[in-house]
T-cell receptor
Framework: DQQVKQNSPSLSVQEGRISILNCDYTNSMFDYFLWYKKYPAEGPTFLISISSIKDKNEDGRFTVFLNKSAKHLSLHIVPSQPGDSAVYFCAASVTGNMLTFGGGTRLMVKP | EAGVAQSPRYKIIEKRQSVAFWCNPISGHATLYWYQQILGQGPKLLIQFQNNGVVDDSQLPKDRFSAERLKGVDSTLKIQPAKLEDSAVYLC????????????FGPGTRLLVL
């Protein structure tokens, strides 16, 4: 039972354009959501998070949107840069409990 | 501030052999996690420690996997005996408190079981 799903295994965008990565979840008890970025041969690196009391959180080029009614969150990267090329994982938790990760989306930003 | 350290970075063993992984979390972090990441999938939690006590080991295959965190700092994860399906990256993460707040990951140990 996959409680967190990233339905797009890969995404390719042009440098300077917007990258939109999507994530769906099924557990309505999740109240904290995170995005991690992973380069090859490295561990995941925390990128940005959002609590369920908010619907948007912004940090520089990265913005996470949360739609609780649709059980959907998305990560927007504007503008996209070649260095953003990596695998992106969304994760969710019920505060105080373990993180559940999606399967990841590989983002390729072309120069 | 030093990050989460893991060793070895790579390990190749034959099935039915034993293997152990080591993790040193970020200094002062009370909570330590071990994840298994199979190729093409997201990390899956195996076990969570709060200081030296186990908080959640519900997804740890206890017939072959064991983990300990003596003195509430370093941790070791052992597989005995290994199976082919254990081939994966084993990630260690730590966080200051407990639960789903931001976790900081080490580089992982890539295990190949032949």
């Amino acid at each position: 039972d996959q409680q967190v799903k990233q339905n797009s295994p890969s995404l390719s965008v042009q440098e300077g354009r917007i990258s939109i990565l999507n994530c769906d979840y099924t557990n309505s008890m999740f109240d904290y959501f995170l995005w991690y970025k992973k380069y090859p041969a490295e561990g995941p690196t925390f990128l940005i998070s959002i609590s369920s009391i908010k619907d948007k959180n912004e940090d520089g080029r990265f913005t996470v949107f949360l739609n609780k009614s649709a059980k959907h969150l998305s990560l927007h990267i504007v503008p996209s840069q070649p260095g953003d090329s990596a695998v992106y994982f969304c994760a969710a938790s019920v505060t105080g409990n373990m993180l559940t990760f999606g399967g990841g989306t590989r983002l390729m930003v072309k120069p | 501030e030093a990050g989460v350290a893991q060793s070895p970075r790579y390990k190749i063993i034959e099935k039915r052999q034993s293997v152990a992984f080591w993790c040193n979390p970020i200094s002062g972090h009370a909570t330590l996690y071990w994840y298994q990441q199979i190729l093409g999938q997201g990390p899956k939690l195996l076990i969570q420690f709060q200081n030296n006590g186990v908080v959640d080991d519900s997804q740890l295959p206890k017939d072959r996997f064991s983990a300990e965190r003596l003195k509430g700092v370093d941790s070791t994860l052992k597989i005995q005996p290994a199976k082919l399906e254990d081939s994966a990256v084993y990630l260690c993460a730590s966080s200051p408190k407990t639960g789903g707040e931001t976790q900081y990951f080490g580089p992982g140990t890539r295990l190949l079981v032949l």
